[in-house]
Each structure stands twice: as C-alpha cells, then as structure tokens.
C-alpha cells in the first residue's frame, strides 16, 4: 500500500497544452502538493504521480499503471434493476427519495453512483488520498452517456476520511442507512475494475465496536458488504444476508 505523502506529484501528460499546466499547478497548491514538468518526472517503480490528461481529468499513475475514474458497472446494474428489480446492494439498502446515505468505503464511487439515483444524497468517505482525489476531481466533470449517471454524481459528497474516526464524531442518528463495503479479507483477483485500487486502498478489518457505531448513527439500517468467509459476519446478529453464492458476495442488513 502507498503511503500518504505530503508533497504529492502533480504533472501532466506529454506535449501538454496550457489548460493542463494550469490545472496540474492549481491542483498541487490546493492539495499541497508539488507540479513537476513531464520531462523532468523521473520514472521509477517507487515514483507515483499524479497526472493532469489531455481532457484534464486527473488520474494517478506509476511505472506499469494508472488509477482513473469511471462508472464501472453502474449502468448495467441499473438497467438490470430496473428490468427484473433484482440488485443486491439495492434490495439490501432499500434507497428512499428523501434519504441521506453514509457510504463509509467509497472506492471509485460505483455503488455510490448507483445509490444516489433513487436517495436524496450520499455522503462517501474515501481514507486513501489517491483514489479521493481522482474521485472527487473527476465524478462531477466525467462525460457519462447517461443523463441519470450526471444527475446523480451532483448528489455525492466525497469526504478524504478514516472511517474509524469519522464514526466517533458523528451524532447519533446522522444518516438513514450507513452502508459500509471494506476491502475483502479473502479477495479474488479476477475484477479488473477492483484491481487498480488494491495497491492505494486501506485494508482495515471492521470491529464489533465499529459495527455498533455503526448502528448507532443510523436511523434506519446499516449495511454491510463482505464476502460470505470473511470475519465479520461473526461479530453481530444481522438480521438479512443477502447474495450471490456464485461470487460469494454478500450484504448483510441490520435493522433499527
């Protein structure tokens, strides 16, 4: 896993027009970061940056990769839904229109996406600086071919946050459902969408007393998503688990 820096990397791709320099250098002052020029970066597999591109979208980027942000399978799960009214998270977490979501694991913003298309907002922690910043630089400025994927990205709010300590500052009863999705203890590796973020994502375990802070911040629910061997399905009574044997994906519901 990366470590946070306090002097990120901000450049741009090669041959880079005015509009990307500018923004490279606005990005590293608001994140107090440094901007280098693209021919003075030197590559090396311990160097990571990030980089302004051509449609000036920040992705971060190292010798064999790149982070970026897109919709993953928001679109597809939607129109499933909407066909067979089938979606696990959906069912699981049960979205009203007048609903605040807490989403403690954001990740690239996909269950985040498809959340706020049927709640009032969505309110998404992300604790590993890299993939905040792409997220919260991107999700508004993406060029979706979906009308609903535009209008619901206006409904996030993307917060550079740990959820262990976010919980102890919130107040009991903040949101509606508090939805939490940490990085499976027994992954496979086989998710093409999941696998860039593996390097930069934190890996805490969810605890008993995270799960009753859970509980205690929501006025509705809080659900979990794990894999069906992962540890947390020992540390409380859920009340619904819900899934897919197939992937071995689960969501785990408990009720106020």
Known sequence: MVKNSSKWIFTTSHKPNKNQIEKALQLANKYGGVYLERNKLQMNKENFYFVIDKKLSLNFQWEDGKLFFHPSVSKIRLNNYLKNGIDYLINAVSPQKSDIILDLTLGLGSDALLLSHFCKEVVGLEASFPIYAV?????????????????????????????????????????????????????????????????????????????????????????????SNDSVWDLYNFDKKNGSKKSGVFFGVIEK
């Open 135 to 227: 997220v919260v630089e991107n999700i508004t400025n993406y060029d979706y071919k979906e009308n609903w994927m535009k209008e619901a990205s206006k409904k996030i709010e993307v917060i550079n946050s740990d959820f262990k300590i976010f919980l102890n500052e919130q107040k009991e009863e903040s949101y509606d459902v508090v939805y939490c999705d940490p990085m499976f203890e027994n992954p496979q590796y086989k998710s093409s969408s999941i696998n860039p973020l593996r390097k930069f994502a934190r890996y805490d375990k969810i605890t008993k007393v995270d799960l009753e802070k859970m509980v205690k911040i929501a006025k509705k629910k809080v659900v979990i998503k794990a894999r």
